[in-house]
């Protein structure tokens, strides 16, 4: 009774209570681009994005499971701590995965030099001219589908330094809807939203 309600009871509590609302914050941010590239009917999810929606589900299920164990007396500490110590490294790997590309990313560059595109769906639907009129989903941005077809060289975006182009057919962007890198150096708020989830995962290591 004492360990459940005196200072380290609390402390755990809150401790658990913290990284259970950090994990669901992930799932919901990493749940926009992931939704986003399912949309599009891409080939396959991103890796990272994917790796980070089921290690955030399973630690927070972890995490609530703690704490109302703990709560009940019925927590067995020594096989939550090893516990702990699996998911601590692949919290860890998660934030390498998420974490690569974003490293010397300037999410403001990426959006200037991409047009301020809101998906790569945008490119898609773009690289022959076509475009969805009246509900805004898709934009003719055909000058900015120019861009796409050149070698991602820019200074100021040197974490995703020698991205490769896109491509100048609809079938080759189409095979690249899957891609990470792609994504968090070409759109914006992708490029925000997984630097989020990045400095998350680096809090909960």
Request: overall charge positive; aromatic content about 8%; proline content about 3%.
């Amino acid at each position: 009774m004492a360990i459940r309600r005196g200072r380290f009871g609390y402390s755990f509590t809150a401790i658990r209570a913290l990284q259970f609302f950090c994990f669901v914050a992930i799932v919901g941010l990493c749940s926009l681009p992931a939704a986003e590239i399912n949309r599009l009917d891409a080939p396959k999810q991103a890796a990272p994005i994917a790796y980070a929606l089921a290690i955030s589900v399973l630690s927070a299920v972890c995490a609530a499971t703690a704490v109302l164990w703990h709560i009940c007396g019925a927590l067995p500490y020594f096989a939550n701590t090893i516990v702990d110590g699996v998911l601590a490294v692949l919290v860890i790997v998660m934030a390498i995965l998420v974490g690569r590309p974003l490293t010397r990313l300037n999410c403001g560059v990426v959006g200037d030099f991409n047009e301020h595109i809101t998906s790569l769906g945008d490119v898609l639907y773009s690289v022959e001219g076509m475009g969805l009129e009246g509900d805004g989903v898709y934009k003719n941005i055909t000058d900015a589908a120019k861009k796409f077809k050149k070698v991602h060289d820019v200074d100021g975006l040197q974490g995703v330094e020698g991205l490769p182009a896109l491509g100048k057919t609809r079938e080759e962007v189409w095979n690249k809807l899957g891609d990470y890198d792609q994504w968090v150096g070409r759109v914006k708020r992708v490029c925000i939203t997984m630097k989020i989830v990045w400095a998350l995962a680096i809090i909960l290591m």
